[in-house]
T-cell receptor, first 113, second 118 residues
Framework: GESVGLHLPTLSVQEGDNSIINCAYS??????FIWYKQESGKGPQFIID?????DKRQGQRVTVLLNKTVKHLSLQIAATQPGDSAVYFC????????????FGGGTRVLVKP | EAQVTQNPRYLITVTGKKLTVTCSQN?????MSWYRQDPGLGLRQIYY???????DKGDVPEGYKVSRKEKRNFPLILESPSPNQTSLYFC?????????????????FGPGTRLTVL
């Protein structure tokens, strides 16, 4: 089955620096990946997604990189701001399973002023 | 306003006492799902529903039931709750994107229900 995990449970970053959050997955059939942001007391919020036929996708201040060779994806946040402090989850979905998402354990990002 | 609502938001109950957590969405979405969130484990999918009367098990369905009699509602039922079901529960809904699958960028999560089973 799908297994998605995160390398670091907590990431401290200085305001204004770039943040990089990593995620590994085990199922080579995984077709679709999503990054979510969850602020304290709230449900997860979509940030950006990427399909396996791409290796990079950019959004507003965020970039997701996908390396299918080593089954790794990362989320880069440019110029991290205090409002970026949250827990970030990656999630993956094998195409064969339709829309069944498997989430990683989460990385807490702490932005230092 | 587009939203997913869950009720109750907080619930403390005792082992074996049947309970239902309601989930309702006002966006006419086809796909709805339930997750539980536990420290260090992220979100794990309990059940999902592709449309009315179509439900399927997620990764951790044991001890839970769901129903989808109407498009807008997707209640989560715990027939005989146990302490290991103490968790934070999220309902989510997404419009069906056909062959593209779910549109995660339009996936909405509810505010969460914190359940404690004593």
């Amino acid at each position: 089955g799908e297994s998605v995990g995160l390398h670091l449970p907590t990431l401290s970053v200085q305001e204004g620096d770039n943040s990089i959050i990593n995620c590994a997955y085990s199922n080579s059939a995984s077709d679709y990946f999503i990054w979510y942001k969850q602020e304290s007391g709230k449900g997860p919020q979509f940030i950006i997604d990427i399909r396996s036929n791409m290796d990079k996708r950019q959004g507003q201040r965020v970039t997701v990189l996908l390396n299918k060779t080593v089954k790794h994806l990362s989320l880069q946040i440019a110029a991290t701001q205090p409002g970026d402090s949250a827990v970030y989850f990656c999630a993956g979905s094998p195409q064969a399973a339709g829309n069944k998402l498997t989430f990683g354990g989460g990385t807490r990002v702490l932005v230092k002023p | 306003e587009a939203q997913v609502t869950q009720n109750p938001r907080y619930l403390i109950t005792v082992t074996g006492k049947k309970l239902t957590v309601t989930c309702s969405q006002n966006m006419n979405h086809e796909y709805m799902s339930w997750y539980r969130q536990d420290p260090g484990l992220g979100l794990r999918q309990i059940y999902y529903s592709m449309n009315v009367e179509v439900t399927d098990k997620g990764d951790v369905p044991e001890g839970y039931k769901v129903s989808r009699k109407e498009k807008r509602n997707f209640p989560l039922i715990l027939e005989s709750p146990s302490p290991n079901q103490t968790s934070l529960y999220f309902c989510a809904s997404t419009p069906w994107g056909g062959t593209s699958g779910n549109r995660a960028d339009t996936q909405y999560f509810g505010p969460g229900t914190r359940l404690t089973v004593l």
